[in-house]
């Protein structure tokens, strides 16, 4: 099966704590009440309160590091790294805001600048597993798979249960086509993240790889409610997951819920076909095949080469509609 790249994860982290600082901090700042904005998402009652601190301390470095953090939460990441460079340029021994910069270069996919702010950061305190986090995150996304496992590794090492390290390795060990050994990291990360779909699919993948098609079935179950607005992907790929697995008749329902909901979409017309066909039913499923290829003449490529249908490769019909 080909591996697909998803979209980068994103992944917030904040170190809090710095060293040698200034005298000129601001003496009422409080963790507490920024992290209750955070957690109920008021990010921009977080950054006005930053902002008014700052023009009473204009030379605090936490307070230029909470303001990049809280900038990194809404995506304003080119604001966020001005505000980290002050940070750093009042306190350099910041391992906090270095980390942050990190996460910033690497949303702004500027991957080789945030291996240098991330190693900066692990210079300063290595006893946190977001710095080795961010690292794994740049090599990750510059195909780096081996090297991203080094760093997913150091930050498991210092908390086995930090979820973005767990996601980080499986999906590596994907890409690595290490898929038995991936599956378990995906399956403690969703644990504290089960409505995350990447990861839900990327568990679908990995079960698929194997060849173990019924164990994609709760994943794709998760993703379909998850995804209830446009699920016509996921309804699919379960139906061809049971067609797989010799669940015909249940992937045949799976297909009627697709021809119900989606009945524009070709997908649902072929996958109920080639059920059909694996019931033996073939001129009932040669007429959901007509039907796709009607909606999709691109089908019939698909067809043509679809080892699910060999037993019809010399039916008539089949070879005119295929065209072949």
Request: glycine letters at 6%.
């Given at each position: 099966m080909n591996k697909k790249i998803w979209s980068l994860f994103v992944f917030s982290f904040i170190i809090l704590s710095g060293c040698n600082l200034l005298s000129a901090t601001d003496p009422e700042f409080s963790r507490e009440k920024y992290d209750k904005w955070y957690e109920k998402e008021q990010y921009d009652l977080a950054l006005e309160d930053v902002n008014q601190r700052l023009e009473k301390y204009?030379?605090?470095?936490?307070?230029?590091?909470?303001?990049?953090?809280?900038?990194?939460?809404?995506?304003?990441?080119?604001e966020a790294i001005q505000s980290l460079n002050k940070a750093i340029e009042l306190d350099n021994q910041m391992d906090g805001a270095f980390n942050n910069k990190a996460l910033s270069l690497n949303e702004l996919g500027e991957y080789e600048q945030a291996i240098?702010?991330?190693?900066?950061?692990?210079?300063?305190?290595?006893?946190?597993?977001?710095?080795f986090?961010?690292?794994?995150?740049?090599?990750?996304?510059?195909?780096?798979?081996?090297?991203?496992?080094?760093?997913?590794?150091?930050?498991?090492?210092?908390?086995?249960?930090?979820?973005?390290?767990?996601y980080g390795k499986g999906v590596s060990l994907y890409f690595l086509y290490e898929d038995e050994k991936g599956i378990p990291y995906l399956e403690q990360y969703i644990k504290a993240y089960p409505e995350d779909i990447d990861a839900l699919w990327y568990l679908v993948y990995l079960h698929d790889s194997l060849e173990e098609y019924s164990d994609t079935i709760p994943y794709l179950n998760k993703i379909i409610e998850?995804?209830?607005?446009?699920p016509v992907n996921a309804l699919d790929y379960k139906g061809l997951m049971l067609t797989h697995a010799g669940n015909f008749k249940e992937a045949e329902e799976v297909y009627n819920t697709v021809i119900e909901q989606f009945p524009n979409e070709a997908i649902g017309y072929y996958g109920k076909g080639v059920a059909l066909v694996q019931q033996g039913e073939i001129d009932s499923?040669?007429?959901?095949?007509?039907?796709?290829?009607?909606?999709?003449?691109?089908?019939?490529?698909?067809?043509?080469?679809?080892p699910l249908l060999s037993s019809i490769y010399d039916n008539e019909t089949f070879i005119e509609l295929t065209e072949y």
């Open positions: 204009p030379e605090d470095p936490i307070l230029y590091n909470e303001k990049g953090y809280a900038l990194n939460f809404i995506g304003q990441y080119e240098v702010a991330g190693q900066k950061a692990i210079d300063i305190s290595d006893k946190e597993p977001e710095q986090i961010n690292m794994g995150n740049a090599h990750y996304m510059l195909e780096r798979y081996e090297k991203a496992l080094e760093y997913y590794d150091k930050a498991l090492a210092i908390d086995a249960s930090a979820p973005y390290a767990l998850f995804e209830s607005e446009q499923g040669l007429e959901g095949l007509a039907r796709s290829i009607e909606l999709n003449d691109t089908l019939k490529d698909t067809a043509y080469n679809d």
